[in-house]
Nanobody, 113 residues
Framework: QVQLVESGGGLVQAGGSLRLSCAAS????????MGWYRQAPGKQRELVAH???????NYTDSVKGRFTISRDNAKNMVYLQMNNLKPEDTAVYYC???????WGQGTQVTVSS
């Protein structure tokens, strides 16, 4: 069974930074591509960044150059470093594999202008 615990969210001013962490209990974690998703109020959940098992990364256009995804396979952890945050980044952030079937509680990120 997949268990995901996200943390690190908070309230930050525009231009600030946050680092999100995800503790993932996933079988064969080191062989699993992982992603960070977000869901803003009234919007669909979207994949904003993902990282392959060999740490190749990809980002949605709106966060390129500002967000960095990384992983620590020894600790079953995934991270999202978010810099130069904007109000439109406000959302609940979740981590998961790329074929999610269940979700953790997420972590709220709120960016004030």
């Amino acid at each position: 069974q997949v268990q995901l615990v996200e943390s690190g969210g908070g309230l930050v001013q525009a231009g600030g930074s946050l680092r999100l962490s995800c503790a993932a209990s996933i079988s064969f974690f080191s062989s699993t591509a992982m992603g960070w998703y977000r869901q803003a109020p009234g919007k669909q959940r979207e994949l904003v960044a993902h990282i392959t098992r060999i740490s190749n990364t990809n980002y949605t256009d709106s966060v390129k150059g500002r967000f960095t995804i990384s992983r620590d396979n020894a600790k079953n952890m995934v991270y999202l470093q978010m810099n130069n945050l904007k109000p439109e980044d406000t959302a609940v952030y979740y981590c998961n594999n790329l074929r999610p079937t269940s979700w953790g509680q997420g972590t709220q990120v709120t960016v004030s202008s």
